[in-house]
C-alpha cells in the first residue's frame, strides 16, 4: 500500500486515473454484470481506496441547522402569506432549496477566507477550488440534511441556467467564476465521484454520460486529497485556544424577514462554530449578512468577514418561485461533434441599460 502522504503515491495516483479512462470507457460499452466484475477486480487500488478526510463541519450543528428548519417549515404551513395554493412537500422543498443554497453559499466564501488567510496555494482558478470545498464538506458528513445541502446548490445553478436562457441574458465568459451549467455539472461530478450509490441517479437525470461518471471518482478524490493536504498544518490541536468566530445580522429595512429566518436557523453560528473549532486561525475572521445593493456574496479580505448579502437570499427565493418545479436539464441536448452532450444554444437577447446580469455578482 502507498503512502497517501508521500508526493510519490499521488504521482502514482494521477498516472492509473489516466491510464484507467480507457478502462472505464470500455466498462462503460460493456454488459453491467461485466463493468460491476472490472470496478472491482481491475480498478487501480489507488482509486478504489476512500479518500483521506477532508475538515467538516461537526454534524451536531448541522442538525441542529435542520431541526430548526423543519419548525419554521411547521411555521409556514400554518401561515396564510406562505401555504397560499401550495402543498406542504412544495413548502418544504422550497425552505431546503432557499437553506441549502446559502449554506453551500457560506461554505464557498469561507474557502476563500482560508485561502487567504492561510495563505494556500492555488493551481488554476480559485472559484473552482472553493466550490470543491463546499461540495465535499457537505459529502463527507454522510447526513441526508448535508446531501440535501449540495444537491440543492447543483440545482440552484442549474435553475439559474434556465433562467438566464429563458431571459436572454448573455453569459459571462471572461467572469471569474464559470458558467452555471459548468459549475452545476462540476458539482455533480463530485457527488457521484464521492458517493456513486447516492447520486448516480441524479447524474443520469442530468444527462451526464456514464463515461464522465467514470472519470468523476478520480476527481473527487483529487480535490478531497488536495484540500485536505492543503489544510493540516492549520488544524487546531486539541490543546490550542478556540478563537471566537464573530457572527452579525445586519439591520435592514427591505429584508426584515429574511434576516430574521436567518437568526432562527441561526445558520451563521453553525458555520461559525465548525470554523472556531477546527481551526487555528491567527486572527479572528467574522461572518456577517447584511444589505449590498445587489445579489451577491463575498470574503471581504479588508474587513476579515465573510458577507451574505439578503439580496441573494431573496434571489434563491425568486429563482425557486419562478423554476422550482422545472425539470434540471430542461429543452433539446444535442451530441457536439466529440460526441459529447451538451445543451442546445440559447437565443440571446440584447441586453437594455436597465437589464443587468447577476451571473457576475453571485460567488
Known amino acids: 500500500m502507498l503512502d497517501p502522504d508521500s508526493g510519490f503515491a499521488w504521482q502514482m495516483f494521477v498516472r492509473e486515473q489516466r491510464d484507467s479512462r480507457g478502462l472505464r470507457y470500455f466498462m462503460w460499452r460493456c454488459s453491467a454484470g461485466l463493468a460491476l466484475f472490472l470496478l472491482l477486480f481491475a480498478q487501480p487500488a489507488a482509486v478504489a481506496q476512500p479518500a483521506t478526510s477532508a475538515p467538516q463541519p461537526q454534524a451536531a450543528p448541522i442538525a441542529e441547522v435542520e431541526k430548526r428548519l423543519a419548525d419554521i417549515v411547521q411555521m409556514f404551513m400554518g401561515d396564510p402569506r406562505y401555504n397560499r395554493g401550495k402543498t406542504p412537500e412544495q413548502i418544504k422543498d422550497s425552505a431546503e432549496f432557499v437553506t441549502g443554497n446559502v449554506l ?27 466550490d470543491a470545498l463546499a461540495t465535499i464538506i457537505s459529502l463527507k458528513m454522510s447526513n441526508a440534511f448535508a446531501d440535501r445541502v449540495v444537491y440543492n446548490a447543483a440545482r440552484g445553478w442549474f435553475l439559474s441556467d434556465q433562467r438566464d436562457r429563458k431571459q436572454g441574458i448573455p453569459t459571462t465568459y471572461y467572469d471569474e467564476h464559470g458558467m452555471d451549467l459548468q459549475r452545476a455539472y462540476n458539482i455533480v461530478c463530485l457527488m457521484v465521484g464521492g458517493a456513486p450509490d447516492k ?40 490543546e490550542d485556544p478556540k478563537t471566537e468566530i464573530p457572527v452579525n445580522y445586519a439591520p435592514t429595512k427591505e429584508y426584515a424577514a429574511l434576516s430574521e429566518l436567518g437568526q432562527k436557523l441561526q445558520i451563521l453560528e453553525s458555520v461559525a462554530g465548525w470554523l472556531s473549532q477546527d481551526f487555528a486561525w491567527k486572527r479572528p475572521i467574522a461572518l456577517e449578512m447584511q444589505e449590498c445593493g445587489s445579489p451577491g456574496a463575498q470574503w471581504d479580505l ?20 419562478g423554476y422550482g418545479q422545472m425539470a434540471l436539464v430542461a429543452g433539446p441536448m444535442m451530441m457536439s461533434r466529440n460526441q459529447k452532450v451538451v445543451a442546445m444554444p440559447k437565443n440571446v437577447a440584447r441586453k437594455t441599460r436597465s437589464q443587468k446580469s447577476i451571473q457576475a455578482k453571485r460567488p
Open 104 to 130: 453551500f453559499v457560506l461554505g464557498h466564501e469561507t474557502a476563500h477566507a482560508l485561502i487567504a488567510e492561510f495563505g494556500i496555494p492555488v493551481l488554476g482558478r480559485e472559484e473552482d477550488a472553493a
Open 199 to 238: 447520486f448516480e441517479k441524479l447524474a443520469d437525470e442530468v444527462k451526464l454520460p456514464e463515461e464522465r461518471q467514470g472519470t468523476c471518482q478520480g476527481d473527487f478524490n483529487n480535490a478531497s486529497w488536495s484540500w485536505q493536504q492543503a489544510l493540516k498544518p492549520h488544524m487546531r490541536k486539541p
Open 302 to 321: 479588508r474587513s476579515k468577514k465573510v458577507i451574505v448579502c439578503y439580496e441573494i437570499i431573496r434571489e434563491f427565493v425568486q429563482l425557486y418561485r
